[in-house]
Each structure stands twice: as structure tokens, then as C-alpha cells.
């Protein structure tokens, strides 16, 4: 397998692991940026970052938890900064869609002089299956707030597709790629795809975002993830230009996006939405 020297940065998470399949599959053997990996990466220790990015050509970008989080900015800026001290030639940022603080992160990358991209999400279907979601789905009770709001889900493998692509084609350098799903969905129209697909009766309730706020607060959830939760459906969801349908995935992918339906009956049967039966 070749060694293309791309890293790919949060490589075990809900993106990551993905684009590194991708690029797996297109014969690149990529270094894996994960506290785990050898050389290890962790966001939180900054004298890592050097071994990670040791012979580096290119390299993908999650940071985690989210763009919008205190010191994310301070965090991209130094990485930006000692990617292109140790020579990095280009860096393909997962962003997300209608997030100011992302905004500020994508200039950084954008005003570095290396080659770019700059992959700008809406809300991940895997969120239902890897994330947050999943729990409220396995409980059958599933209350949320703004139950109407209309939202482009996109899937991770098309992120992870788009962003393996335009790491390997350098005629998408300096672009902006806007990946969405192919349809405007709700949450009330989600609970009823999975109930469908999964076969099982769940229960949805919308609720204040107040009210949201506070049961997380009561199930101890920790501030941090309260305060990126309540911050995501009170700035990000409630955007109305996230709630626009763009085509770039067909663009860059030549097919069309995933539906929800589609990736619902692929996650139906993989069982991960099947709750664990205690005997
Ligand atoms: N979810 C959405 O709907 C959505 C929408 C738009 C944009 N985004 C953006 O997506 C990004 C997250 O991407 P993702 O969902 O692919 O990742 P993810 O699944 O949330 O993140 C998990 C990855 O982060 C790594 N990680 C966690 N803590 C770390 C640390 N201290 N140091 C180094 N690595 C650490 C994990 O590696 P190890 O545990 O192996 O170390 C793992 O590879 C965020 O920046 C967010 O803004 C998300």
C-alpha cells in the first residue's frame, strides 16, 4: 500500500475513521491522529503534535468536540501555524455549517498560504447511531425541541468520500465544499424513518429547548456538553441558511448524496438501534 504522508486528525472518530477507509480503499495507507495512535495526537498536549506531523504532506482536520467550543480557535491557529513550519502542503478542515466561531477557524486555515479546502457540514445522520442521539432512540423516548425545523442531515461517508477526494485532487484547492444531505428533514420525520426501519414504537415529544436544557442538566450531563448542545439548536439549527440544500457532494462525488432513509435502513441493520434484552 502507498504512503501518501497524509495525516488524518480525529481518524477514529465519526469522519475520521471514514476518510481513512476511503483513502484505505484508494491504496493510501494514512497516520492516524488519535490520542491512541503511534505517534499519539492529542489536542490537549500540544508537544505531540510535532511527532504527528513529522514528514507530513497533507492533512485532515476534526477537531473535537466542535469549531464552536472555547479555545478551538487558539487550537487551529497553532496547528495551522506548525503544519506549515514542518512543511505541510495542504489541509482540509471539517467545519460546519452557520457556525460564527467555525468561520473564525476556516479564515486561519484560509489566510495560511498552504493549499486548502474547506468542508462545511450540516448535521451528521450518524449523530442517531455514534452520538448523542442514539441514547433517546435505544430508550424508545425521544424528546426534543424546534421538532419542525427543516434540516439538510448529511451522511459520514459522504463527508469522508468528498474529503478523501479533494485531499488527492488538487483542482479543488481553495474551495469551499458545502456538504449537505439531499432533503430537508425534521426531527419528527427522523423518529418516524428509524421507528419504521428499526420496526420498533418510539416515542417522540417536542419540547422547550428550556426544558431540553434542563433534563440534560438533571441526567448530569456535563456542563461543557450542555452548554455545545444548547448553543448548537439555539445558534446553528435555527439558521435559516442551514436550512438550504447544496449540491456539492453530487459536484465533487458525481452521484447524488445519501437520503436519510437510505442510511436509516443500512443502520437498522446493523442492530445498533435494537435495545440490548436483559433476560
Ligand atoms: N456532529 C455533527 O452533526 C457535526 C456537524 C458539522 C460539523 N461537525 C464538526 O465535526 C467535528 C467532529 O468530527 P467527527 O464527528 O468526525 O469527530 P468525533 O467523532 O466527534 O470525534 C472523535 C475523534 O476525536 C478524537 N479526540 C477526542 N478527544 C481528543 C483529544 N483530546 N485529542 C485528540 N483527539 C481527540 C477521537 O480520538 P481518540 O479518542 O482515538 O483519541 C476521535 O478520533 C467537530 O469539529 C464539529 O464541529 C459536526
Not at 497524509?6 to 484508494?26: P, S, W
Not at 451528521?124 to 448523542?132: A, K, R, V
Not at 442551514?242 to 453530487?250: A, G, H, W
Amino acid at each position: 500500500m502507498k504512503t501518501e504522508n497524509i495525516l488524518v486528525i480525529g481518524g477514529t472518530g465519526k469522519t475520521g475513521r471514514r476518510v481513512a477507509e476511503d483513502l484505505r480503499n484508494r491504496g493510501i495507507e494514512p497516520r492516524i491522529g488519535s490520542r491512541n495512535a503511534s505517534p499519539g495526537f492529542d489536542w490537549d498536549d500540544k508537544d505531540s503534535w510535532i511527532d504527528a506531523l513529522n514528514g507530513i504532506e497533507k492533512i485532515y482536520v476534526s477537531y473535537y468536540p466542535d469549531l464552536a467550543v472555547p479555545g478551538a480557535k487558539e487550537a487551529i491557529e497553532s496547528l495551522t501555524y506548525l503544519a506549515k513550519e514542518l512543511g505541510v502542503k495542504k489541509m482540509v478542515l471539517l467545519s460546519g455549517k452557520g457556525e460564527t466561531e467555525a468561520e473564525a477557524c476556516e479564515k486561519i486555515v484560509m489566510d495560511s498560504g498552504m493549499d486548502y479546502n474547506i468542508v462545511r457540514a450540516s448535521w451528521f445522520n450518524q449523530n442517531w447511531s455514534e452520538s448523542f442521539f442514539l441514547e433517546p432512540i435505544l430508550s424508545g423516548e425521544v424528546a426534543l425541541p424546534l421538532s419542525d425545523v427543516l434540516i439538510p442531515f448529511v451522511d459520514a461517508n459522504d463527508i469522508a468520500e468528498v474529503a478523501a477526494t479533494v485531499l488527492l485532487d488538487d483542482t479543488y484547492n481553495g474551495e469551499i465544499i458545502e456538504v449537505t444531505g439531499p432533503e430537508l428533514i425534521t426531527f419528527k420525520d427522523i423518529v418516524n424513518i428509524i421507528s419504521e426501519t428499526s420496526k420498533r414504537d418510539l416515542n417522540f415529544y417536542d419540547i422547550t429547548l428550556e426544558q431540553y436544557v434542563e433534563g440534560m442538566k438533571q441526567m448530569e450531563i456535563p456542563v461543557d456538553v450542555v452548554w455545545l448542545i444548547e448553543y448548537l439548536f439555539s445558534h446553528v439549527l435555527t439558521n435559516p441558511n442551514n436550512q438550504l440544500v447544496v449540491n456539492d457532494i453530487e459536484r465533487v462525488l458525481g452521484r447524488k448524496a445519501k437520503t436519510f432513509l437510505e442510511y436509516a435502513q443500512e443502520t437498522a441493520t446493523s442492530g445498533i438501534w435494537s435495545p440490548i434484552r436483559v433476560k
